[in-house]
């Protein structure tokens, strides 16, 4: 089972330490981490989704919650919750299939943002599903290389993540 | 209160951050990065006790935080000093003790350049301090100070660690001191809910055979008074863990001892037939529950504890209650009535009568019983704090000798630090100074931090050391008679030191006993000579630790390994 913490913390240094450090010394696997700053400077806000049953998640909230530096945990859940996650893939690409790969990028709203005569860039936003999917197409081209963000997300509606 | 601000160096202003914390004594030795803090403590109110390794000033400020219930504070420079710090700070940390580590880093510029004596000492330390600091900005000195102190000291207690790079210490702030702590990621919750409590009191009435598991939380909260009106209200039996000794009178009728793999069979039989497992201040910890699986498994379990994080981590809970465990407790015994325990007492005292922790006594010969020694500093001075190091003595003096007041017993419980007790004895009795205090040491421990003679001696702390000398490292010895065939790899110790002589050596009264007779004199000479003392007591060589369950078993599947002669 997967989950999706929102973790608010105190924007200092060795704050991602302190957190990866509790996940690697209880033991807890993370999937993916992103951290950045938030509308309010002195607080990031890190998006970690990890795995395990409820009673790891329990332990994972509870044991986040007892660094000094972390400000508040929210399991978010995906029914109320936008997730996005950004991927760039360096593609195999001549004159041959250049136009093909670009009708697959359109299909799922991605962006051309580097062409060279043997490779293109593509830039993809999207949910996880989506990114796989777009994965899937494009590896018959020959992904050369890839890099994924992991997964933001906040709260739909009004409410906030941290209300 | 702090309106004027003064200036000053941080080195200085360290000192002040201390005076307004309250502190009296620090553990320390200098080095390189700390001489304008040296500089600073040379002519200052604060007593400041030279140790002659690092990691004695860490175990030091802990058995001074202990036996007070204050905050310890050490420090240490820069590099090695700090790394000698790591042990004594993973021991706090373990045992959830406030101490406050400071220790001198290289100037800020040289930072990761690899410098001289250059450590990342908060890298090194995060996973085993509650909190830690990298002080960047001297203008940040006292806030961070007053954190520390306040981290360390409130919710579950812990070790805050706060590194002073050079520079920090001798550019000119202008001091001020925060009347509060503003941290919007830390807020300890102290009062339980009350609804928690009624439904623990409601569980607690209908109870046939309840059983009360406390521990060191106990200590930390200070709610030995408020268990004890609980325990006798309710009229359930207690067993305190390691850390919780001294938590529960251990002359209460009520009382059983501790519970686990050394434990008294009938705190542990109590605990397997318990339908309610009454938990306050404890963690659970494998020496307490054996097997996991078939730990106390006709029981419910009510929780009681200030860290949210110890709810349902080994033991499923059903009633959890959060917060502090005094004020828990003392709302507690307001709602609870007295559970059906008639017959259960009754169970458990002849379980008692059955199984009593018990030694042999040699037939023929004078030779001196670890367990007797004990059972003598029990009788001569029962109001002595005891201070053991790790290993069979350790258990022994836990089995033995009968705390019946808080911060009587201090001893390295979760890291089971070899090493320990000879220093923290000192901070103790420098915590203490009117109280006796007794290491309880053995030939292997001791030897790991013997030096600390040298600081006894010169501080003038009249600590008495007893050394269960067996010529073996005796709990593995025990392990390795037990589960190896006897094969003693490296566990011989025998004829090693004169332990006398090496006291001597270092101006402090060195005393051997060998003859059962010999003990109790010893022991007087000790007390009455008023100065740093080490008592050589040589002990029959292969006694064992008994009763004892054995790893992995279930704590009722408990063996009887006493040794006769």
């Given at each position: 089972m997967?989950?999706t913490?929102?973790?608010?913390?105190e924007?200092?240094?060795?704050?991602?330490?302190?957190?990866?450090?509790?996940?690697s010394?209880?033991?807890?696997?993370?999937?993916?981490?992103?951290?950045?700053?938030?509308?309010?400077?002195?607080i990031?806000?890190?998006?970690?989704?990890?795995?395990?049953?409820?009673?790891?998640?329990?332990?994972?909230?509870?044991?986040?919650?007892?660094?000094?530096?972390?400000?508040?945990?929210?399991d978010?859940?995906?029914?109320e919750?936008v997730?996005?996650?950004?991927a760039?893939?360096?593609?195999?690409s001549?004159?041959?299939n250049?136009?093909?790969?670009?009708?697959?990028a359109?299909?799922?709203?991605?962006?051309?943002i580097?062409?060279?005569?043997r490779?293109?860039?593509?830039?993809v936003?999207?949910?996880?599903?989506?990114?796989?999917?777009?994965?899937?197409?494009l590896r018959?081209?020959?992904?050369?290389?890839?890099?994924?963000?992991?997964?933001?997300?906040?709260?739909?509606?009004?409410?906030?993540?941290?209300? | 209160?702090?309106?004027?601000?003064?200036?000053?160096?941080?080195?200085?202003?360290?000192?002040?951050?201390l005076?307004?914390?309250?502190?009296?004594?620090?553990?320390?030795?200098?080095?390189g990065?700390?001489?304008?803090?040296?500089?600073?403590?040379y002519?200052?109110?604060?007593?400041?006790?030279?140790?002659?390794?690092?990691?004695?000033?860490?175990?030091?400020?802990?058995?001074?935080?202990?036996a007070t219930?204050?905050?310890?504070?050490?420090?240490?420079?820069?590099?090695?000093?700090?790394?000698?710090?790591?042990?004594?700070?993973a021991?706090?940390?373990?045992d959830?003790?406030?101490i406050?580590?400071f220790?001198?880093q290289?100037?800020?510029?040289?930072i990761?350049?690899?410098?001289?004596?250059?450590a990342?000492?908060?890298?090194?330390?995060?996973p085993?301090t509650?909190?830690?600091?990298?002080?960047?900005?001297?203008?940040?000195?006292?806030r961070?100070?007053?954190?520390?102190?306040?981290?360390?000291?409130?919710g579950r207690?812990?070790?805050?660690?706060?590194?002073?790079?050079?520079?920090?210490?001798?550019e000119?702030?202008?001091?001020?001191?925060?009347d509060?702590?503003?941290?919007?990621?830390?807020n300890?919750?102290?009062?339980?809910n009350?609804?928690?409590?009624?439904?623990?009191?409601?569980?607690?009435?209908?109870?046939?055979n309840p059983?009360?598991?406390?521990?060191?939380?106990?200590?930390?909260?200070d709610?030995?008074a408020?268990?004890?009106?609980?325990?006798?209200k309710?009229q359930?039996?207690?067993?305190?863990t390691?850390?919780?000794m001294?938590?529960?009178?251990?002359?209460h009728p009520?009382?059983?001892g501790?519970?686990?793999?050394?434990?008294?069979?009938?705190?542990?039989?109590?605990?397997?037939?318990?339908?309610?497992?009454?938990?306050?201040?404890?963690?659970?910890?494998?020496?307490?529950?054996?097997?996991?699986k078939?730990?106390?498994?006709?029981?419910?379990?009510?929780?009681?504890d200030?860290?949210?994080?110890e709810?349902?981590k080994?033991v499923?809970v059903d009633?959890?209650i959060?917060?502090d465990?005094?004020?828990i407790?003392?709302?507690?015994?307001?709602?609870?009535?007295?559970?059906?325990?008639?017959d259960?007492?009754?169970?458990?005292?002849?379980?008692?009568?059955?199984?009593p922790?018990?030694?042999?006594?040699?037939?023929?010969?004078?030779?001196i019983?670890?367990?007797?020694?004990?059972?003598k500093?029990n009788?001569?001075?029962?109001?002595?704090?005891?201070?053991t190091?790790?290993?069979?003595?350790?258990?022994?003096?836990?089995?033995?000798?009968?705390?019946?007041?808080?911060?009587?017993?201090?001893?390295?419980?979760?890291?089971?630090?070899m090493g320990y007790?000879?220093?923290?004895?000192?901070?103790?009795?420098?915590?203490?100074?009117?109280k006796?205090?007794?290491?309880?040491?053995?030939?292997?421990?001791?030897?790991?931090?013997?030096?600390e003679?040298?600081?006894?001696v010169q501080a003038?702390?009249?600590?008495?050391?007893?050394?269960?000398?067996?010529?073996?490292?005796?709990m593995?010895?025990?392990?390795?008679e037990l589960?190896?065939?006897?094969r003693?790899?490296?566990t011989?110790?025998?004829?090693?030191v004169?332990?006398?002589?090496?006291?001597?050596?270092y101006?402090?009264?060195g005393?051997?006993a060998?003859?059962?007779?010999?003990?109790?004199?010893?022991?007087?000479?000790?007390?009455?000579s008023?100065?740093?003392?080490?008592?050589?007591?040589?002990?029959e060589?292969?006694?064992?630790?008994?009763?004892m369950v054995?790893?992995?078993?279930?704590?009722?599947?408990?063996?009887?390994?006493?040794?006769?002669?």
């Amino acid at each position: 089972m997967r989950h999706t913490l929102s973790v608010m913390v105190e924007n200092k240094h060795g704050v991602l330490t302190r957190v990866a450090g509790m996940f690697s010394r209880r033991g807890y696997n993370i999937d993916s981490l992103t951290v950045g700053v938030t509308e309010d400077p002195t607080i990031s806000r890190m998006t970690i989704v990890v795995r395990g049953d409820d009673e790891v998640l329990e332990q994972v909230t509870k044991q986040l919650n007892k660094l000094i530096d972390v400000i508040r945990v929210t399991d978010l859940k995906s029914e109320e919750t936008v997730e996005r996650e950004l991927a760039l893939f360096k593609v195999n690409s001549d004159v041959s299939n250049r136009s093909e790969i670009m009708q697959i990028a359109d299909i799922f709203r991605a962006r051309i943002i580097d062409v060279a005569p043997r490779s293109l860039i593509i830039e993809v936003t999207g949910d996880e599903a989506k990114i796989n999917a777009i994965e899937q197409l494009l590896r018959p081209f020959g992904i050369r290389e890839m890099v994924r963000t992991g997964k933001i997300a906040l709260r739909r509606g009004t409410k906030n993540v941290s209300s | 209160m702090t309106g004027q601000t003064e200036k000053m160096t941080g080195a200085r202003a360290l000192i002040e951050c201390l005076y307004r914390e309250g502190v009296d004594t620090i553990f320390g030795y200098p080095g390189g990065a700390l001489l304008p803090i040296y500089d600073e403590i040379y002519g200052s109110k604060i007593r400041h006790v030279l140790v002659r390794h690092e990691q004695a000033a860490a175990h030091a400020a802990e058995g001074y935080a202990r036996a007070t219930g204050k905050t310890g504070v050490c420090i240490a420079t820069s590099g090695p000093g700090a790394t000698n710090l790591v042990t004594g700070i993973a021991n706090a940390y373990m045992d959830s003790i406030p101490i406050v580590a400071f220790t001198g880093q290289v100037p800020s510029s040289m930072i990761g350049n690899d410098a001289f004596q250059e450590a990342n000492i908060t890298g090194i330390t995060m996973p085993i301090t509650k909190h830690n600091y990298l002080i960047q900005d001297a203008k940040e000195l006292p806030r961070i100070i007053r954190e520390a102190f306040h981290i360390a000291s409130t919710g579950r207690p812990g070790p805050v660690l706060v590194d002073l790079p050079k520079d920090i210490t001798t550019e000119e702030i202008d001091f001020y001191y925060p009347d509060r702590v503003e941290l919007r990621g830390y807020n300890p919750t102290y009062h339980g809910n009350i609804q928690q409590i009624k439904k623990a009191a409601s569980m607690i009435k209908d109870s046939k055979n309840p059983v009360i598991y406390a521990g060191g939380g106990v200590i930390s909260s200070d709610a030995a008074a408020e268990l004890r009106k609980f325990a006798e209200k309710v009229q359930a039996p207690v067993t305190t863990t390691l850390t919780g000794m001294g938590g529960f009178p251990g002359d209460h009728p009520l009382f059983m001892g501790m519970p686990g793999m050394h434990g008294s069979k009938y705190a542990n039989y109590a605990i397997q037939e318990s339908d309610l497992l009454i938990a306050v201040g404890v963690r659970f910890d494998d020496r307490v529950t054996g097997k996991l699986k078939s730990f106390a498994t006709n029981a419910k379990v009510i929780h009681i504890d200030i860290d949210p994080a110890e709810i349902s981590k080994n033991v499923k809970v059903d009633v959890p209650i959060v917060g502090d465990a005094k004020w828990i407790l003392s709302h507690l015994v307001k709602y609870a009535e007295r559970s059906q325990s008639e017959d259960w007492l009754k169970k458990i005292g002849h379980w008692k009568e059955q199984y009593p922790l018990h030694y042999i006594e040699p037939e023929t010969g004078d030779g001196i019983k670890p367990q007797y020694i004990i059972r003598k500093i029990n009788e001569i001075c029962k109001d002595a704090i005891i201070v053991t190091d790790v290993g069979q003595h350790q258990m022994w003096a836990a089995q033995f000798f009968q705390y019946r007041e808080p911060r009587t017993f201090i001893s390295s419980g979760g890291l089971g630090t070899m090493g320990y007790g000879f220093p923290a004895s000192i901070g103790a009795k420098v915590g203490r100074p009117e109280k006796v205090v007794i290491s309880i040491s053995g030939d292997g421990s001791f030897q790991m931090n013997s030096q600390e003679l040298a600081t006894a001696v010169q501080a003038n702390v009249p600590v008495i050391i007893t050394i269960f000398n067996n010529g073996y490292l005796g709990m593995v010895r025990q392990w390795q008679e037990l589960f190896f065939d006897k094969r003693y790899s490296q566990t011989c110790i025998q004829n090693s030191v004169d332990f006398v002589k090496l006291a001597e050596a270092y101006g402090a009264l060195g005393i051997r006993a060998i003859r059962k007779d010999e003990v109790q004199p010893a022991i007087e000479q000790a007390i009455a000579s008023g100065r740093p003392t080490v008592i050589d007591f040589v002990i029959e060589g292969e006694e064992n630790v008994s009763p004892m369950v054995p790893a992995g078993a279930a704590i009722n599947e408990i063996l009887d390994l006493e040794r006769k002669g």
